[in-house]
Each structure stands twice: as structure tokens, then as C-alpha cells.
């Protein structure tokens, strides 16, 4: 809403898209500008730059809408400030001489020496020396040689500063020592750095009185600028002059040859500063194209200069490590929030005292201490992120996170984002920028569930991430890095997938570096009272009731039940248990029998191999096992005592299986129906 300060913008724009040669954009950018000048009063132009840019413009044969150099200069010429009146002259000088003619010469003499007569009434020392400087040009050409050379003498002198009295030098040394404590307060508060150490170099120009001035990093690949001001041929010339060994101590010296030779009487002042916090070294370099001669406190005061930006370098650093963990730690928990209570941090361990169960844990305690990618196979509900978990809790990445990503939990359509994050605006809904289960894994252990249900498009990008250890976040062009440790687990035959062509082979390689086997809890049956009576106290504690245990002929038929949705089932049957029975004995309702080996005609031997292919068997018995919950909840999918509680799962999950198992139909009827009663053996 200021006009003015539009205005003003548009000039600096327009000063910008001409010096890169793009004089378009400089017609552009003033004609964007012009209606703002004319809200805002309509104000003389009064700085030489934009009318360097008007005078190209008309050089170049076009035209700014809403500017007409003639009409600025008669402005300038006519008006009561001698500065403005001096540029006026100036350019006016300029003109004649691009128009020719036979008396151009004339004519640009008597402007030139209107211009500088005015503009050393003003003081306007840099506008002053350039008209100086075309005035010598001007004499060259006409064949004037000592009229040049006194010309670009006192052009010299014009640049000079004025004389300083004795009385100065310690006003000067308290303004600037001042200015090196006020260093501190430029600390950001908030989040962004960007443009930091810039307000920094402007800071000690303002406080050093000199004209360019620069922050440099002096790193192993080389020195690079962390701000500076200055034009780009002075920052060049700067980045050369520090390739080498680092300065060690104060440094006083001649000016750069930004421009073929160094400015007559120029200095150059390094001041080195050093990051205890990080290392790193860098160096403040000072530079004003006239100088008078160095007095004796001033390498003391540049060095304490060097000391104070050093603090402030570990002070950006300190900032940028806290911004850094909060927003890590802010993602982190709307990662838990997301996922609900499954993702958060489980504080019990694996437990297992069978033979079979004593090799998995071997195992895990082989591969705990490498980086190497662990593929855990098994049924569904053996607890194989129990052994995904276990292994990260062995390993030197204990105290990093543990990020568990269930690929069949989410959309086809979303698994990229979930995994790689994305940018705001990616897609409709993107309203900012959030950061992938890869990213947010960084240090620790990213554990990959059910990694067989990945679409052949998110396997490719999956082997990228695992061969090259980076990733770009969806809708981003960034390249992001993230160490972490991938553990992967699937209830699916993998190689059966890759036979068949669902599943890529290079993954498959990849993933199963170091496969761990964890068996069914039928091929463990003696590790199922131990799991029962742990799963009773839980169960327990959260009803607020204590039971004394659970009787013989019970825990028979726990042990000789084949347990087809393995030890996750087994915790359901006994939080069911504990829901339907009255202290002091535990009572487990009925079993389904029909998947148990003896009523297939077989031994219940922890050996004797289910009867037909596994996954198949799997498959319909998760699918009975869930119409049956459906059917005795009457249909309820959610809330206490609902489908999704019993099964222990969440309710999205479950209406995902219901509709992966084409149980949409048994869900309606078993709403139409309503609950059944359970069984009164059980009560």
C-alpha cells in the first residue's frame, strides 16, 4: 500500500534487469513502476543510476512508458537542489554528445562544467568524480591531453575524503567498536537465516565507512562468500585473492584490481574469525577505495572484530541446530499423530525361550551392529516388527527414531508422499511442506511392513533410494539425504512374486541381504503359556482386575490350537477372555477347531506343515476369523467393543482388509442381523 516504496522498488528493478543486459525487463520493470510514481506525486528522479538505465534505454532505441529522458533532464535542470541541477547537466552533456552535431562538443563542455560546478557545491563526491571522468574523456577525444590528464587528476581528488582533524580518531575508533558489540544483537530470532550475513557486511560498511565489504567461509573446496557488498567483479576478485592458505592474523593491503588496476590509495583489511562450534573458518574482508593511513589501534580493533564475528558464526549455528531439531521433533510427532498409537514406541522387547525362537534372536543379535538391510519373513501376527523393533533397539541407532510404515495401511496414490514427503503445493491438499517416513528415519531405523504390496512404480523409486542413499520429495527438485537403516518385512513368498514378474529382482536382492525367518507360534507351542499369561496381565491391568491364572484343560486347548493368525490372535483370544470373564480364573471362550490340525485328520505336532499352500490357507482364515468378528459385534467397525478393537486394529485398516477381502457384503448382513450373544460356556 505505499506507492512510494513501489516505486522506488521498480527502479531497483529495473537498475538489476539492466545490468545483466536484459533491457526489456528494465522497460518493463519502470512501466510497472510508472502509475505508482504518479500516486505517489509524481517525484523527480534523483539518482544517477536509473537514469543511466533511461539513457540505454534510449540508446538502445526503446522506449519506458511513463519516462521521457528530455523531459527528467529539463526536470533536474530546473530544480532548486544543486545535486539534482548538477545530474541534470550531466546527462544533458551525455545527450549532446550521442546526438552529435557541430556544436555537440561545445554544448557537452558548458554542461559538464555546469554539472560539476553544482555538484561540488553539494558534495555529491561519486557523481562529481564520473562527470569528471567524462569530461576527460570528452578532452582526449578533442585532442586536449593535459586538459585530460588534469581532469582525471582532480577526479581522484573529487573521491578523496576530507580532511579529518586529529580530534576524530577516537570518535571514529569508539562508533566502531560500538558496532562490533551490536554484532550480537543481530542474532536472528526467528527461523530464516536467509540474507543474515548480508545485513552483517552492510552493518560494517555503515560502521567502517567503506564501500565494499564481505563475509567469507574459507573452506576445503575453496573460499565462498556467506554475504558481501560490493559489485559481482569486486566479490570475484575478493573469492581469488583467498584461494590459498588461510590468512592467520590481521591483514592490511592494497585495494583489489576489481576494475584492470587497484584504486589510487586504496586499502584492504581481512580480519579472520573461526567457528568453535563447528570449526569452520572464514575471514571479514574491508575494502573503501581511499584510506587514509592506518592508525596503530586498528589491527587491534579488526582483530577483536574477527573474535566477535567468530561468536556470531557459532551463535548462527547454535539457531540453526535448535530450528533444525524443533522442526524435526514437530514432524516426528505429527508422524505419531498421524499413525495413531501402533507407531509410537513400543516399550516391551521380544520375548521367546524356544529353540526355534532362541535362532531369531541370534540372528538379530548378528545383525544388529551392521547397516546391512534385513528382510523379516513370516505370517501374518508372528510379531515381525517385534524383531524389526529388537533389532534396532540392539543396534548403535538406539537413540534415533523408529519409523514404521505399513504399505498396505496406505493409498496407492499417497505411498510416495508418505514415504518421501512432498512440497507444498505438490497436489490438491499440499498446503505445506512435510517430510517423508525416509527423512524423518534419518539416524535411525526406518521398518517397512508388508514391502511385498509395493506397486512396481514406488519399487523403483525404493531401489533409488537404496543405491544412490538419496530422494527428491513429491512435487520438489531438491535432492535430500537421509542415513538410515532399512529393515523390511512381508507375510508374501518374494521370490514367488519375482517368478511371476510382481515383484523386481534387483529389490528383492537388495532387501534380503540378511533374511530372518520368524516362525509360526504353532511351530513354538511351547513358548504359548508363557504368551498367554503375559498377555492375561495386560489384559488385566487394563480392566482394572487381577486373575489368578488360567485352568489346565484351557491351556490345553491354547496349546492345541494351530493359532492361524499366530501371536496376534492369541492376544485378541485372551483380551476377549479377560473382557468375558469374572476374577479369579481366567476362562478362554471356544476355539474354532476347524483349522486345527486334528480335525484335518492330522497331528497337532509343532512339524506336521499346513495342508494346503499357505498363503491361501492364510488368506481365508483371516478372512473367516474377520466374519466372524463382524457377525458377533452386529457389523460395528468402530468404537468400544467394535470390530476394530477386538481385531486390534485400526478401524481405516480394518475397512481396508473388509474390502480387500471381499467382506462388504458379510458387513452388511451382519449389520442387518445385530450382535450375537456369545456362547454360554464362555460367560
Avoid at 574459507?218 to 576478485?237: E, F, I, N, T, V
Avoid at 522387547?349 to 543379535?365: D, I, K, Q, T
Avoid at 486347548?557 to 477372555?577: F, K, T
Avoid at 479369579?584 to 483349522?595: N, T, V
Wanted: net charge neutral; glycine share 12%; proline share 7%.
Amino acid at each position: 500500500g505505499e506507492a512510494l516504496f513501489a516505486w522506488f522498488a521498480s527502479l531497483a528493478q529495473a537498475g538489476v534487469e539492466a545490468a545483466g543486459g536484459r533491457l526489456d525487463g528494465a522497460v518493463a520493470a519502470l512501466a510497472a513502476g510508472a502509475p505508482m510514481r504518479r500516486a505517489s506525486g509524481d517525484n523527480t528522479i534523483g539518482w544517477s543510476s536509473t537514469l543511466l538505465v533511461l539513457d540505454r534505454i534510449e540508446e538502445a532505441g526503446l522506449s519506458a512508458p511513463g519516462y521521457v529522458l528530455d523531459a527528467e533532464i529539463d526536470r533536474l535542470v530546473a530544480a532548486p537542489s544543486p545535486h539534482l541541477r548538477g545530474l541534470g547537466h550531466r546527462f544533458r552533456a551525455r545527450r549532446a554528445l550521442r546526438r552529435g552535431g557541430g556544436a555537440a562538443s561545445a554544448t557537452a563542455r558548458e554542461d559538464q562544467a555546469l554539472a560539476a560546478e553544482a555538484l561540488r557545491a553539494a558534495g555529491a563526491r561519486h557523481d562529481l568524480q564520473q562527470t569528471l571522468l567524462e569530461a576527460a574523456s570528452l578532452a582526449e577525444a578533442e585532442g586536449r591531453p593535459a586538459d585530460a590528464a588534469a581532469l582525471r587528476h582532480e577526479a581522484d581528488d573529487a573521491w578523496r575524503p576530507p580532511a579529518r582533524s586529529p580530534g576524530d580518531e577516537p570518535v571514529d575508533l569508539a562508533r566502531r567498536a560500538a558496532a562490533i558489540v551490536d554484532l550480537g544483537g543481530l542474532v536472528p530470532s526467528g527461523e530464516r537465516l536467509e540474507g543474515f550475513w548480508g545485513d552483517v557486511a552492510a552493518h560494517l560498511c555503515r560502521a567502517f565507512a567503506v564501500e565494499r565489504c564481505a563475509v567469507a567461509e574459507l573452506g576445503a573446496a575453496g573460499p565462498a562468500l556467506l554475504g558481501a557488498r560490493g559489485d559481482a567483479r569486486w566479490q570475484s576478485a575478493l573469492l581469488d585473492a583467498l584461494r590459498g592458505p588461510a590468512p592467520g592474523a590481521v591483514s592490511l593491503g592494497s585495494a583489489l584490481a576489481a576494475q584492470g588496476s587497484p584504486p589510487a590509495g586504496g586499502r584492504l583489511s581481512l580480519a579472520p574469525f573461526e567457528s568453535r562450534r563447528t570449526g569452520r573458518k572464514g575471514v571479514v574482508a574491508l575494502e573503501s577505495a581511499v584510506a587514509a593511513e592506518p592508525s596503530p589501534a586498528e589491527p587491534i580493533l579488526l582483530a577483536a572484530l574477527g573474535r566477535q564475528v567468530g561468536v556470531l558464526a557459532d551463535a548462527v549455528a547454535a539457531r540453526q541446530e535448535i530450528t533444525q531439531a524443533r522442526r524435526r521433533l514437530e514432524h516426528e510427532n505429527r508422524y505419531y499423530r498421524e499413525a495413531g498409537p501402533a507407531a509410537a514406541p513400543a516399550g516391551g522387547r521380544l520375548l521367546g525361550g524356544s529353540p526355534a525362537m532362541r535362532e531369531v534372536l541370534e540372528l538379530v543379535a548378528r545383525a544388529a551392529p551392521s547397516s546391512t538391510p534385513v528382510l523379516v519373513t513370516g505370517e501374518t501376527g508372528v510379531g515381525k516388527e517385534l524383531v524389526s523393533r529388537e533389532i534396532h533397539l540392539r543396534s548403535a541407532r538406539r537413540d534415533g527414531p523408529f519409523i514404521a510404515v505399513h504399505v498396505a495401511s496406505l493409498s496407492p496414490g499417497l505411498v510416495a508422499s508418505a514415504l518421501f514427503g512432498h512440497e507444498r503445493g505438490a497436489f490438491t491438499g499440499a498446503t505445506e511442506m512435510t517430510r517423508g517416513r525416509f527423512e524423518l528415519a534419518d539416524g535411525g531405523t526406518l521398518f517397512l511392513d508388508e514391502v511385498g504390496e509395493l506397486s512396481p512404480e514406488d519399487q523403483v523409486r525404493l531401489l533409488r533410494v537404496l543405491q544412490e542413499g538419496a530422494f527428491e520429495r513429491v512435487g520438489g527438485s531438491r535432492t535430500v539425504r537421509s542415513d538410515f537403516r532399512l529393515v523390511a518385512a512381508t507375510n508374501r513368498d518374494l521370490q514367488a512374486d519375482v517368478a511371476a514378474g510382481r515383484f523386481r529382482e534387483d529389490l528383492f536382492f537388495r532387501l534380503s541381504a540378511f533374511p530372518i525367518r520368524v516362525p509360526p507360534l504353532r511351530g513354538r507351542r511351547e513358548e504359548i503359556p508363557r504368551l498367554a499369561l503375559l498377555f492375561m496381565e495386560r489384559a488385566a491391568k487394563d480392566r482394572g482386575v487381577r486373575f489368578e491364572g488360567i485352568g489346565e484343560a484351557d491351556m490345553a486347548r491354547l496349546i492345541d490350537y494351530p493359532w492361524p493368525g499366530n501371536v496376534r490372535e492369541l492376544q485378541h483370544v485372551i483380551s476377549r477372555a479377560a473382557l468375558l470373564s469374572d476374577p479369579p480364573r481366567l476362562r478362554i471362550p471356544p476355539l474354532d477347531p476347524s483349522g486345527s490340525p486334528r480335525a484335518r485328520g492330522g497331528s497337532p505336532s509343532a512339524e506336521t506343515p499346513p495342508a494346503v499352500e499357505p498363503l491361501a490357507t492364510l488368506e481365508s482364515v483371516e478372512r473367516e476369523h474377520i466374519r466372524r468378528v463382524l457377525h458377533r459385534v452386529g457389523g460395528r467397525v468402530s468404537g468400544p467393543g467394535g470390530a476394530a478393537e477386538v481385531l486390534g486394529l485400526k478401524p481405516t485398516t480394518l475397512q481396508f482388509w473388509i474390502g480387500k477381502l471381499g467382506l462388504r457384503g458379510e458387513l452388511a448382513r451382519a449389520r442387518k442381523a445385530g450382535p450375537t450373544p456369545p456362547p454360554a460356556a464362555a460367560v
